[in-house]
């Protein structure tokens, strides 16, 4: 389960930051979404990935058995914040192309 989860998190990481290098506003934007997606895996990752084990301790449970909530927490709020985020880049982005006319990064048109 680690070995899927460790190529998920590099696949969507290389994947995010070859979008981050393309010259379209929108490339960008959907490459950042990916990266943080990437970061909320490892975040998650960290916690430990368990699999039917109840949530709550009882009696005579181990502690051990249990998953780590921080990093669930951390994960959950930095989807809200990365939604924000998202959505603020979007509104910049709107704004951008419609003050410069093109959805590039530098402000230029394609040299076609």
Not at 28 to 48: E, H, P, R, T
Not at 60 to 68: E, K, Q, R, T, Y
Request: net charge negative.
């Amino acid at each position: 389960m680690e070995l899927v989860l460790s190529a998920a998190i590099g696949f969507m990481t290389a994947c995010g930051v070859w979008l981050l290098l393309r010259p379209r506003t929108y490339q960008v934007i959907v490459g950042l979404s990916l990266l943080s997606y990437a970061v909320n895996l490892f975040i998650f990752g960290v916690g430990g990935v368990k699999s039917d084990e109840p949530p709550l301790l009882t009696e005579g449970a181990s502690v051990a058995l249990l998953a780590d909530p921080v990093p669930q927490a951390l994960v959950l709020t930095a989807i809200v914040i990365g939604f924000a985020t998202t959505a603020l880049f979007l509104v910049v982005l709107l704004a951008s192309r419609g003050l410069t006319g093109s959805d590039h990064v530098d402000g230029r048109s394609d040299p076609r």
